[in-house]
């Protein structure tokens, strides 16, 4: 008998582009405080760049 089964992947990282300085950056995910569980909720990170707080907003998961 088969089973239905899903396969899980774990984000990486995320690719944003600093509202402060323009660079586009690449942020570890683990480097990211997410507001919550739920990724929609938003959240923060620093700028490698600029070391500068960005504000996540909504985000597209690729
Ligand atoms: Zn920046």
Redesign the pocket.
């Known amino acids: 008998m088969r089973t239905d089964y899903t396969i899980v992947s774990k984000p990486d990282y995320i690719n944003v582009e ?1 509202p ?2 323009g ?1 586009n ?1 690449r942020i570890p995910f683990d480097q990211v405080d997410f507001e919550s569980d739920y990724w929609g909720d938003g959240g923060w990170c620093i ?1 490698p ?2 070391k ?1 707080d960005i504000e996540l907003g909504d985000y597209e998961y690729d």
């Open positions: 600093c402060h300085c660079e950056v700028c760049e600029c500068k």
